[in-house]
C-alpha cells in the first residue's frame, strides 16, 4: 500500500471520523469486549486538515459516550528513535543480562474507568527504523516486553508522501496492521 493520494480510501472529514470511532468502540467497550481487539486507526492528510483536532474530538466524544476518562498521550513520532521506543538498556543485577527501562509511553492507567488512546502523530515523518518499532505498538500494543494496557486505543496520523511535507513511504507491514481513514477539511 502506498501512502499517496492514490489510496483507494474513502475520504472522510473530521467530524465523520469522529462519529464512526465512537459508532465502533462505544457498543464494543459498553458490551465488555476487550478494546484492543480493533485494530489501530491511521489518519491520513495533509498538514492542517484537522489530524490531531480529530483524535482530540474522539477522546472527549468517547469519554461522555461510554461514562470513562479517557486520557489522551501524544507520541511525536518524529522525535523519536528506535531506543526511545523499546527503552535505555541498563545491566540486570547479576550483570549478566540487558533489561530495557520502559518507556513513559508506556505508562498509562490500567483502571476499569479509563481508557486511554495512544495517539502516534507523525507516523509517516519517522525515520523508517522507528516505523519498524510501531509495528509491534500497532498489532500488539507492545514494545519488547513492555506492553500497553489492555483499555488502550492506538491511533496513528501521518502526511502523505504528496503533500510537499517529510514523509516516508509506510512499509506494507505496518499499514496492513491498521484501518486507514482519508482526512479532508471541515469545508
Request: net charge negative; glycine share 6%; proline share 6%.
Given at each position: 500500500?502506498?501512502?499517496?493520494?492514490?489510496?483507494?480510501?474513502?475520504?472522510?472529514?473530521?467530524?465523520?471520523?469522529?462519529?464512526?470511532?465512537?459508532?465502533?468502540?462505544?457498543?464494543t467497550?459498553?458490551?465488555?469486549?476487550?478494546?484492543?481487539?480493533?485494530?489501530?486507526?491511521?489518519?491520513?492528510?495533509?498538514?492542517?486538515?484537522?489530524?490531531?483536532?480529530?483524535?482530540?474530538?474522539?477522546?472527549?466524544?468517547?469519554?461522555?459516550?461510554?461514562?470513562?476518562r479517557?486520557?489522551?498521550?501524544?507520541v511525536?513520532?518524529?522525535?523519536?528513535?528506535?531506543?526511545?521506543?523499546?527503552?535505555?538498556?541498563?545491566?540486570?543485577?547479576?550483570?549478566?543480562f540487558?533489561?530495557?527501562?520502559?518507556?513513559r509511553?508506556?505508562?498509562?492507567?490500567?483502571?476499569?474507568?479509563?481508557?486511554?488512546?495512544?495517539?502516534?502523530?507523525?507516523?509517516?515523518?519517522?525515520?523508517?527504523?522507528?516505523?519498524?518499532?510501531?509495528?509491534?505498538?500497532?498489532?500488539?500494543?507492545?514494545?519488547?516486553?513492555?506492553?500497553?494496557?489492555?483499555?488502550?486505543?492506538?491511533?496513528a496520523?501521518?502526511?502523505?508522501?504528496?503533500?510537499?511535507?517529510?514523509?516516508?513511504?509506510?512499509?506494507?507491514?505496518?499499514?496492513?496492521?491498521?484501518?486507514?481513514?482519508?482526512?479532508?477539511?471541515?469545508?
Amino acid at each position: 500500500m502506498s501512502n499517496d493520494i492514490n489510496m483507494n480510501i474513502p475520504s472522510v472529514s473530521v467530524d465523520d471520523f469522529v462519529e464512526e470511532m465512537t459508532r465502533v468502540y462505544v457498543p464494543t467497550i459498553k458490551a465488555g469486549y476487550p478494546i484492543n481487539m480493533i485494530p489501530a486507526a491511521m489518519l491520513w492528510g495533509p498538514p492542517g486538515v484537522g489530524k490531531s483536532d480529530g483524535v482530540r474530538e474522539f477522546a472527549d466524544r468517547l469519554g461522555t459516550a461510554a461514562d470513562k476518562r479517557v486520557n489522551v498521550t501524544d507520541v511525536r513520532l518524529l522525535l523519536f528513535s528506535p531506543v526511545d521506543l523499546r527503552g535505555v538498556p541498563v545491566a540486570d543485577a547479576q550483570r549478566r543480562f540487558t533489561d530495557w527501562l520502559m518507556p513513559r509511553i508506556f505508562d498509562m492507567d490500567a483502571s476499569d474507568d479509563v481508557i486511554n488512546v495512544l495517539f502516534l502523530d507523525e507516523l509517516t515523518a519517522a525515520s523508517p527504523s522507528v516505523q519498524a518499532a510501531a509495528y509491534q505498538i500497532t498489532l500488539n500494543r507492545s514494545v519488547g516486553e513492555h506492553r500497553l494496557p489492555d483499555n488502550t486505543i492506538v491511533i496513528a496520523a501521518g502526511n502523505r508522501t504528496t503533500d510537499r511535507s517529510v514523509a516516508y513511504r509506510m512499509p506494507n507491514a505496518l499499514a496492513n496492521r491498521l484501518m486507514h481513514f482519508q482526512m479532508r477539511d471541515r469545508g
